[in-house]
């Protein structure tokens, strides 16, 4: 119950607060999303996001 509690209410926000950053370092840095390394990235998050449903 414990380890639930702290996955939802620090876990979780970081993962979208890590997604949310890592976006923003992209377009300020102006790379395409399109690059590879940055598309696997963006698969790999989707798709360990999914596995966690």
């Known amino acids: 119950r414990t380890v639930k509690l702290l996955d939802d209410r ?9 997604l949310i ?3 923003a370092m992209v377009f300020m840095g102006e790379w395409p999303l399109t690059t590879p ?3 696997l990235s963006l698969v790999l998050y989707v ?5 966690g449903l």
């Open 10 to 18: 620090m876990a979780n926000p970081a993962y979208i607060l890590s």
């Open 21 to 23: 950053t890592g976006l």
């Open 37 to 39: 390394w940055i598309l």
């Open 47 to 51: 798709l360990l996001v999914l596995v």
